[in-house]
């Protein structure tokens, strides 16, 4: 065989690898691309699901605020204890637990003492007070409901429902006042999904989802509440 046929057709063998390589390399890339479409759809639907009040609830949620409110002549903040004494707890199964025991009622009051702490008082932009002041901001917070995760089969695939069954969202109210007046200043509600909670098999990812809801919702109600402290 002659040698310029031989050179001729190692050209064509290296182009074929290089073609087949880059056509796999493509491919890769676009079965990437849809898994990861895929998982931030199914994300955002998650989100869409547990953000919305429960049935018959007539509970708004968001950041409000009173009207010309500014933040900045507070120094100090009294954190009263979380109400958990109101909470209510749907459950879709009789087996599921209707009522918080002393050990979750402990470790949610911690969770939120942990999380108010680490987001207002840690870094010297509050104090924490004991007795009222005309400088001081007092903050109320309550757990008002825990409920299942309900997904409308008309709305959502079937993999999303399997993936939300068993699953709960817990809603939390803080309301921010001042501390002489007693006048109500801003108030903050929002619903996590806070996974499995009433899964025995599986506390320490409850745990961890319970504590990192706190956390969210204590870093978002400092945001808002700088965003209103006007420079003096």
């Known amino acids: 065989m002659p040698p310029c046929f031989l050179r001729v057709r190692m050209m064509l063998r290296t182009a074929l690898i290089v073609w087949v390589k880059t056509l796999l390399l493509f491919v890769s890339a676009l079965m990437l691309a849809a898994c990861a479409s895929q998982l931030a759809t199914t994300e955002s639907s998650a989100s869409s699901v547990v953000q919305e009040p429960s049935a018959g609830s007539d509970r708004v949620e968001g950041f409000f605020i009173q009207p010309a ?31 918080l025991n002393d050990t979750d009622r402990r470790f949610y009051r911690d969770q939120y003492i942990a999380a108010a702490v680490g987001h207002f008082i840690a870094d010297g932009r509050y104090s924490t007070a004991l007795d009222a002041g005309d400088n001081v901001l007092r903050m109320d917070a309550a757990i008002v409901e825990i409920a299942p995760i309900v997904v409308p089969e008309s709305e959502h695939s079937a993999a999303m429902r399997a993936y939300l069954q068993g699953m709960a969202a817990m809603t939390i109210a ?56 006007l420079p003096q």
């Open 69 to 99: 409110v500014n933040f900045s002549r507070y120094e100090q903040m009294i954190l009263t204890d979380i109400n958990l004494r109101d909470i209510r707890i749907r459950v879709l199964d009789s087996k599921q637990q209707n009522q």
């Open 174 to 229: 803080i309301e921010v006042r001042d501390s002489l007046t007693n006048q109500l200043l801003a108030t903050f509600t929002n619903t996590r999904n806070v996974g499995r909670i009433w899964d025995d098999h599986n506390r320490m990812v409850q745990s961890r989802a319970v504590s990192d809801a706190f956390q969210e919702w204590l870093a978002a109600l400092r945001f808002y509440m700088d965003e209103l402290t």
